[in-house]
């Protein structure tokens, strides 16, 4: 279900609220001695198309924004490990200069539930009065807190609290912590005495075991639920982007730690992407999509000043030049995407005569691009070269955003004419066949429409239970959502959109092949050939690339698709009658009922 919206006007943080918070917390961590590990769960099952190369290829934003947040607030020993690049990492032992970190940070997304558990597990294995203070967050979290307490009796491991929000809020636990802290103690014991004290209720943003729960590997008999988080409004707030960068764990198949961080000049070659959170939320109400309520139905901006500070800062010394600002819908607000536009184009980051020009890519709806298309040129001079286009069904049979056939093709027009590629984003549904007759219905045909207008990259996702979603509850009361196939529950890593797990369709197994055949249709050894001996022109060399990073990618893809298709054809699927729900009873501070439930 959707997120409740907290009461209007106490729904954000004051203005500079978050900046005051982290110079205070400046003058109590040094002498606090605290020291920190975050990391970033992933399961490598989803190495999948539209993801293959920026899941490894660019540090992630959210991890990112929380080893910056703890840095900024003088927390200057972290580290930041991503499991893409440490597959092997077990917090057990993990040690930061030769000592068990005080902290230790996982962020999850739902796809990469079963890592995220294995590393609280490891963790768990550490005598209790020498590990760290386990703290779960991440998107996983702020929709489904209960998967950081486990639910197996004969081995009871338990994150100590789940944050369901962003970065004010853990910095909001940490003061609070280091408020309460007697003397030399652990943070888990300051942590295990202000719960008990009922001293963590006011923090809206917590989900913890109840404060009479006793202190052992038991599992909690009850969790509590803070409620729902205050956000942050103005993004400018957000700290220094660069300063998560100098401590990122080099890559590595060890179970520990380096002695030191990847250096500045190897950043940029593991790393070549930067992301750049510039927006947040989205003035549509889509019923897959959990962003708008996520946000209290308020879109967050990052200043265009900012916006360019950061690039040029990360340019300056890591050397990047391509980035991804995200964020969701970078046309939502048309002024302030012209200001940003106009800012980067200013700041002599990007031009035609610089070698070192920056490029970047982002995503928008084709209603709110086309609405924007007077400033496109002003787009590709700023240094956008890809725009991901939430195109879903060309038809607007699926959902109506403003999208049809003529308005997209004109679309994709004016960005080739900018110089910009058009990255088309689908969503395959039940109702839509493979192909069609004399309309563009199928999704070969609007494949095949788009690839001739211009589209150098391709996704294709089905509908799939997304938590927090208008529509999610709907998937599994109505029956449509899968709970085993062939005996098996549907196991996490599937849940990405990839995979059919809930569909009406009786033959689900085609719906399955259908994504298939679209990416064959896409990326094919005549198109790669193609591209490489056509005449000369702007887009050669990168169609060239795309075809061949995507032809790479679909074998990949393929082979994991079509094992799926046929555990759907040769065995019985079992629809689920109701949506997941906490195997731990969950209930607000107040007694009430818990707000993440």
Known sequence: MELPLRQPGDQFLAAGEFTA?????????????????????????????PFLYADVFMAPAGPRAI?????????????????????????????????????????????????????????????????????????????????????????????????????????????????????????????????????LADIPGLVYARADSRDTRQLPEELSDTGIQKLL??????????????????????????????????????????????????????????????????????????????????????GFRYFSLVGGNFFNDHAHAAEVLDAIARSGLAGPNRRDSVKWGTEATVRDALAMKEHLPLAGRAGMTALWLGVEDITGRLIRKGQSEGRTLELFDLLRQAGISPMPMLMHHDDQPLLTRKSDYGLLNQVRLLRRRGALDLQVLMTVPMPGARDYNGLYRSGRAYESVGGRPIPPYVLGGNFVVASRHRAPWRKQLNIVAAYLYFYNPLRLLWALVRPKNTMRIWDAASQALGLWGVLRTAASMIEWSVRLAGRRVVRASREPASHIPMRGTDGGPASHL
Not at 166 to 174: G, T
Not at 180 to 189: K, P, Q, S
Not at 244 to 250: G, H, K
Not at 294 to 303: A, I, P
């Open 233 to 318: 409004t103005d993004l400018d707030e957000l700290p220094d982007a660069a300063s998560a960068f100098r401590v990122l764990e080099p890559p590595g198949r060890g179970a520990g730690l380096g002695r030191r961080p990847l250096s500045g000049r190897d950043v940029r070659r593991h790393s070549p992407i930067a992301a750049l959170m510039v927006t947040a939320g989205c003035k549509y109400t889509c019923p897959y999509c959990p962003i708008p309520a996520y946000n209290q139905r308020r879109h967050r901006t990052k200043s265009p000043r900012q916006t360019v500070e950061e690039m040029r800062r990360l340019t300056d010394e890591f």
């Open 67 to 199: 080893a910056a947040a703890m840095i900024d607030a003088g927390v200057t020993r972290t580290r930041l490990v991503l499991q893409q690049w440490n597959p092997n990492i077990r917090p057990s032992t993990a040690r930061l200069d030769g000592r068990i970190p005080d902290l230790l940070l996982i962020s999850s997304l739902q796809v990469h539930r079963r890592q995220c558990e294995a590393l609280i597990e490891d963790a768990c294995t550490m005598p209790s009065h020498r590990r760290p203070l386990i703290v779960a967050g991440g998107p996983l979290m702020i929709y489904e807190p209960w998967a950081a307490f486990g639910a197996d009796p004969s081995n009871p491991w338990s994150a100590d609290v789940a944050i369901t929000g962003e970065e004010p809020v853990l910095l909001a636990l940490l003061k609070r912590l280091l408020l309460c802290r007697r003397g030399d103690e652990t943070l888990r014991a300051t942590f295990a005495r202000a719960r008990h004290g009922g001293m």
């Open 21 to 49: 918070l982290r110079r205070q917390l400046r003058g109590m961590t040094p002498s606090a001695g605290v020291s920190c590990l975050v990391v970033c769960a992933y399961d490598h099952r989803t190495r999948m198309l």
